[in-house]
Each structure stands twice: as C-alpha cells, then as structure tokens.
C-alpha cells in the first residue's frame, strides 16, 4: 500500500481523543498517512557528549552531578535552580515553573542533562533544559569515562499550541509499529538502485527515529528525490500532452528577411518602428509565431489540440512588453482577441496606454477594465467585448470576473506572472474555453480551443529552475537590451556618507532629470538590539525621509511621497506627476518596484539596501537608465551589515545582468533559507525545496527523461 492510501482516521491510534484530534487538525494531521508525512523540520543529535566546558560550541549533552538546590523570587515569583556540576565546569538549570524538578532531581543525585547554556549574571545558566535521573546518592567519578544514557537523534517537528515534541514522536512511533512495514515503494526499483536510495518504508522509518544523523540525512534525500520526482513527471507529462502529435519541423531561428514571417498588422507595426528589434526580440517572435500558427490550424492526429504555452524572461527593460505586442497582433489577425492582466492597475494602465499609442494606428480596438471603472462605462465596455468590437483588453483581476463574456479569447499575456497563483491563471484561460465562440463549436460537437498563453516576468530565473520549475512551459529569453541603452552605474556608499549621494543627485536633478529615494518601512520603528538590552537607531522610513528630504535637503523641488497606504487614486495621481515630469523627486517603498516607466528619471537612490533581496534590488535599479542618458543606482548601506549582505551589495556593483544576478541570489541564499521562495514567487511542496534542492530536482528530471 502507497503512503498516501492509509486513509485510517488519526483518532483510531490510542490516546488519540477528540482534544488531540483538534489540536493535530491545526497542522494538517487527520489520517495515519497525514502523521507519517508530518516530516521533521530538524534533528537533534544526542549521540555525542558535549562537556558543560564545550557550552560554546552548541547544545550541552552531558552527565552531571545535582550540587544544591536554590531559590530566588519570592511568592508566585519563586524560582528553583538546581546547582549542577559536570567535572569540567559549574552551571545552574533554572526551573522556571518547574518546582517539582526538586523532587525529580534531588541533591547529590547523577543526571543526564541537555540544553543550550549561556553565560548570564555572571554564571552558566540554561533555562530550556531536559534532564533525567541516572543514579541517586553516587559520586559523579563513576559516570567521567560513560556515554550519556539513552543517547540517539531526535527529529524535531513544527508545533502548535496544545502540541508536545513527546506527543508527536509517540504517536509517530505507535503508527509506525502499525503501519510502517507494508508501505510500498513509490519510485522504480531500478532508480532506487541507480541513485543509492532507501525503499519507502525504511525512509519513513528512519526520517522519524534515526539511529545517527546519516540516517536522517539518507531519508532525507530518498523522500525529497521521491516528492520531486513524482512532480517532474507530472510537469513532462503535460509537456508531452500538450505537444502530443504536433507535425512540425522548425529550426527556430528567424529568416534573414524577418519581415516575410510577420501576418499583415505585425508588418505594419515593424514599419512603423522608430528603432530596430533586437536579435532575441526578432527571435522569440518568430518561434512564437509558429506556436500560434500551430495552435490556430491544430495539426493533430487526435482530439489533443495544441496551444501555445511560453515563459518569456527577460530583464527590466528589454523589451518584452513590445514582444507581447506583436504576438497580440498575430492573435488579431487571425480573428481572436487578446487579455494582458497585470497584477497592479498602475501597471495595467501603463501598458494600456502604450497599447493605445503602438497599436490603435493599426486600426486595434484597445479597452481598458479594472473594479474601478464606473458602472455605466463597465456595462459598454462588457458589451463591446462580448459583441467582439475590443480587440485587446488590458487590465487587471477584472478580466476574468464572473461578469467578462468574450467574443473568441484567442491569447492571454500575464505579466508579473509570479504574481498570480494557477488557479487565477486557469480562471483567464476559462474565460477563452467559455467565449462566445468557442460555446458555439461545442455546440455543433467540436472541441472547443484554449488560448495561447505567455506568462512574462521581469525577474529573471535561472536556466536550471525555468527548465524544471516551469518544464511544462517553452521558455523564450531576452537578453540584449535595445538600442541606446546605456548600462546603469551603480555605487556603494555606507550610511553616515548620505550627504554626497544627495549632492550627487543634486547634479542630476539641476539638469532637468528626476530621482527615485526608496525605503524599506512606511514608518519609522524601533528596532530591538537582539546582543544587549539597548535600543538602537530605528532605520529610516519614507515618511520621515518624505519631510526630510522635501524641507531640508531638496526644498527648492517639487518631492511627493507614495507608499501602499496611500489610497490608490492618490497613488495613480501621484505617478502620473512624476511620469510627466510635474514632480522632481518621488519618495517610496517598493510599490514603485513594478509598472514605473520614466524615461527622464536617472536616479535611484536605495537607503536601508541590505534589507532588500537581490532580485527587488535589482528590479528597483531597473527603474531607471529606461532612457539614453546615463542613469545612477545609489546603494546606502548600514554599517552593521552582514557577510551576506555585503555579498549581495558586490553583485549588485559588479553587473547589470539579471540573469547572473539571479544565479547569484541562488547561491546566497543557500540550505534553508526560507524566504528565497517566497521572493520569489515559486511554489512549496512537502520535504523538498525546488530552490535548495536543485540538484535533486534535476537528477529526477534526467531519469525520467531517460526514462522515455
């Protein structure tokens, strides 16, 4: 039987009452299979005696000998310390709310103790101990040379109220005796074999009662391998269904006259251009373009039609939202309509209004729908979409609200698409299956078409994720930057040296150009020291920054201050000033990270730069340098600053390329941290990390492959 089919109620172990079973709902424990997958967040090895001397070096696991009892506080307050000694040095446990510990480990008594000891008022102490008698009334001497008593690693699993350390490793323990031996494997026993791996039910075993830490680390891998190859099989199989029977021969390079693959309104647009495409832009259109051709004819041999479905990277700046343009255009020209959907209404409304000035001369009918257009206005504008008189709309989440009706939704661009979860992306593609046309196929018995997708991200992910992350995807990239750009120029400058960045931007700001000051709280708070009991300086904050900068240091120009507290119509008014130029200085967090597009803007200024991780600093710096005249990134940087933060501070100096930074923050953020994930915008599973766990990843994904 698989893991996951021992479906047997956790209330069925003993000692599992109603209480239990509520306290163990909260961390997603309702069945046997449930428990057995809660997997360990560490391990505690116990297996090697560290000296009350060695306290330094970690946890302290060592025998002892109880020298006194003693008490401080008085009342309520009373506190016991027990006064112990190890043979190499003292140390006091104190047993705060604890008093029966005087009875459980009574003077000249030996014990067994563990914890993490520190130095406070003068002495050893530790608060967060576990302690065992050994021996009562014996002299310590005989125990010098012993191992601890009962040593072994201990999995430590993420609690909740209500929920012990000991409760959760007993229940695991009666539900391995019962079920552990008949789990099967879930990974062929040729891989199992090829990869030096563990069968399922020995993995389980040993993950929660490891004889050593190699154990842990062995189950470890074999669950992780497990979990991500189970979900690159998934992801290859869609691939391969999506692709499933197309007849196509393609070398993927563009022709050296571009201009014979574009339809009639591409030609048009690529006329009309003041500038020239770069090879990448040139490039991806035309794979793109034969995606869509493909999609369009469905040259298939079974009812499996195929749809374009692409991941488009490409730095800030590089052109990606013209790519999408034209493909739009390859849409319209064969009698579909197009969706963007920007996670932001500024965004939505930036790239509307540049829809409007490229592409309405080639007679394209742009609308543009948010929640927040009026009642009157939506009602027109729901019309004309589902009549087919809009031929793109561009906005927000209201794209795919349960009102929107499309004539035929041939092709959806999501940008930012780490923004958006699969369910929101599946709603937009609905919206194309359910459209007006495509009700109308299924009426007459043919299989109605889902649009093509291209999801963009101006974060660049590293080749090795987009290709396992997102393998179910075709994944297009962009890495020349268009013509007259000029690489931004990044300085690095501690905090207390302020003055010459504002001087600095002062220079620039006497030549017409305009600034970006940006920081990482709204408000000012006081940030506690976690090395003493002082406070230190709270860090700088936009508001304070705001008055700052507007009445002392800059007063004879126009500064506004922007932020997510600020309402969004405020916000839009506030942006649209400084695009058109009416404010000098804007003041911000990182709301200005995405959708902020000035030309004439040539500073950054980033005050607090080690809070920020790579890819938002780097997302941040590309606000700028978006015109031909040379741009600056300010990085204003503590003086307490850590190893990594220094690290990240030297990439950002060192290039401007998106692509080698993100390899970068791949590498700096290293086992365990948690919110590399988060930043950016990836999935979690169970026990593996799709970031930290790479090289895993891959490994299952060659095996597959070789599979095939």
């Known amino acids: 039987m698989k893991l996951s089919a021992i479906e047997t109620p956790i209330s069925s172990l003993t000692g599992v009452g109603p ?17 057995l997958s809660y997997w360990p967040r560490d391990f505690e090895d116990r297996t090697k005696k560290v000296t009350l001397s060695q306290f330094a070096t970690g946890k302290v696991h060592t025998i002892a000998q109880v020298i006194s009892h003693e008490y401080f506080g008085y009342g309520k307050m009373r506190t016991l310390r027990i006064r112990i000694d190890d043979g190499t040095r003292e140390a006091a446990l104190v047993c705060f709310n604890r ?31 576990d302690a065992e008698r050994i021996a009562t009334d014996t002299s310590l001497d005989n125990y010098l040379d012993s191992d601890v008593p009962n040593s072994k690693v201990f999995p430590i699993y993420p609690l909740t109220q209500g929920l012990t ?37 020995l993995a389980v075993l040993k993950i929660h009662k490891p004889e050593t830490l190699q154990d ?21 199989e869609r691939a391969k269904q999506r692709k499933k029977n197309v007849e196509t021969l393609c070398s993927k390079e563009p022709p050296k006259d571009f201009e014979t693959s574009l339809s009639p309104r591409q030609k048009l647009l690529y006329q009309r251009l003041p500038f020239p495409l770069t090879e990448d832009q040139k490039k991806v259109i035309y794979e793109m373009n034969i995606d869509m051709d493909l999609s369009e004819t469905q040259v298939i041999k079974d009812d499996n039609p195929f749809r374009m479905s692409r991941l488009l990277q490409g730095d800030v700046g590089s052109g990606k939202t013209l790519t999408a343009f034209f493909l739009a255009l390859r849409a319209i020209d064969s009698g579909g309509q197009v969706a963007i959907l920007a996670p932001t209404e500024i965004l939505s409304k930036q790239h509307a209004e540049n829809a409007s000035k490229i592409l309405e001369p080639l007679n394209v009918r742009i609308a543009f729908l948010t929640g927040n257009i009026n009642t009157a206005g939506r009602k027109t ?70 649009p093509d997708l291209l999801l963009m991200s101006a974060t660049p992910i590293p080749q090795t994720l987009a290709l396992t992350i997102f393998g179910d995807l075709d994944v297009s990239t962009i890495k020349t930057m268009p013509m007259g750009r000029k690489p931004i120029i990044t300085h690095l400058t501690m905090q207390g040296n302020e003055y010459r960045v504002y001087e600095a931007v002062r220079e620039e700001l006497k030549q017409g150009h305009q600034a970006y000051f940006v920081y990482p709280l709204i408000e000012g708070e006081e940030i506690e020291n976690q090395d003493s009991d002082k406070r230190v300086m709270p860090l700088k904050s936009a508001e304070e920054m705001f008055t700052f900068l507007s009445q002392q240091v800059y007063p004879e120009y126009k500064c506004a201050l922007v932020h997510s507290k600020v309402e969004e119509e405020k916000q839009n008014e506030i942006l649209n000033g400084f695009r058109d130029g009416k404010i000098q200085i804007l003041i911000a967090t990182t709301v200005v990270e995405v959708g902020v597009d000035v030309p004439n803007a040539t500073c950054m200024v980033i005050e607090g730069a080690e809070r920020f991780g790579l890819a938002a600093l780097h997302q941040l710096r590309g606000r700028v340098g978006r015109g031909s005249q040379q741009s600056f990134c300010f990085l204003i940087y503590s003086q307490k600053i850590s190893e990594i933060g220094k690290q990240r501070m030297k990439v950002l100096y060192s290039t401007n390329d998106g692509f080698v930074i993100a390899e970068e923050d791949l590498k700096l953020r290293g086992p365990g941290d948690i919110n590399g994930i988060q930043q950016s915008g990836y999935f979690t599973l169970g026990i593996a990390d799709p970031i930290n766990d790479k090289d895993i990843m891959e490994m299952a994904r060659d095996d597959i492959l070789a599979e095939n």
């Open 19 to 35: 209480t239990l079973s509520k306290t163990l709902a909260k961390v997603g424990i309702f069945t046997v299979a449930d428990l």
């Open 165 to 201: 350390q000991t409760q959760i490793r007993k229940l695991i323990e009666k539900a391995i005796n019962q079920y552990c031996k008949g789990i099967e494997n879930e990974i062929p026993e040729n891989i199992i074999k090829k990869r030096n791996l563990l069968p399922k039910n």
């Open 99 to 129: 008093p029966f510990l005087a009875k459980t480990l009574p003077e000249n008594s030996v014990i067994s103790v563990t914890g993490k000891f520190v130095l406070r008022y003068g002495e050893l102490q530790c608060t967060s101990f």
């Open 381 to 450: 504008l729901l019309n004309a979409l589902k009549t087919g008189l809009v031929d793109i709309v561009i906005g927000t989440h209201a794209l795919f609200s349960q009102s929107v009706v499309y004539k035929n939704l041939r092709f959806v661009v999501i940008d930012e698409q780490h923004r958006f979860g699969v369910v929101q992306r599946g709603a937009i593609l609905d919206k194309g299956r359910t459209s007006v046309d495509q009700l109308a196929k299924q009426e007459k018995g043919e299989l109605p078409k889902q």
């Open 216 to 236: 842990a680390l062995d189950a470890k891998k074999t669950l992780k391998y497990e979990e991500l190859y189970a979900f690159q099989k998934t992801v290859l």
